[in-house]
């Protein structure tokens, strides 16, 4: 119930080891940030403050088109709580 909190109330929300949070966001993130401890952006607000960090990163960045959350194997917290 608390992740269904966040989804609800929040425009970023960090997952971390939390698989209700991975669950709770689980159609409706529209952008992610990060593999292993993942930041996903609920409204549009969330995503402009994301693109905002991407337009002042300097290193080189990835944009990858997926279905969210993605979570590939091996790179995610163990164990998820």
């Not at 698989?19 to 996903?40: S, W």
Request: charged share 20%.
């Amino acid at each position: 119930s608390e992740a269904q909190v966040l989804a609800e109330c929040c425009d970023l929300v960090w997952s971390c080891a939390s698989r209700a949070v991975r669950e709770v966001v689980r159609g409706r993130a529209l952008m992610q940030i990060g593999i292993a401890i993942p930041v996903f952006a609920l409204t549009p607000m969330g995503k402009r403050l994301i693109l905002n960090r991407a337009m002042h990163f300097d290193g080189p960045l990835l944009l990858h088109r997926a279905g969210l959350p993605l979570m590939p194997e091996g790179k995610q917290p163990e164990p998820l709580v």
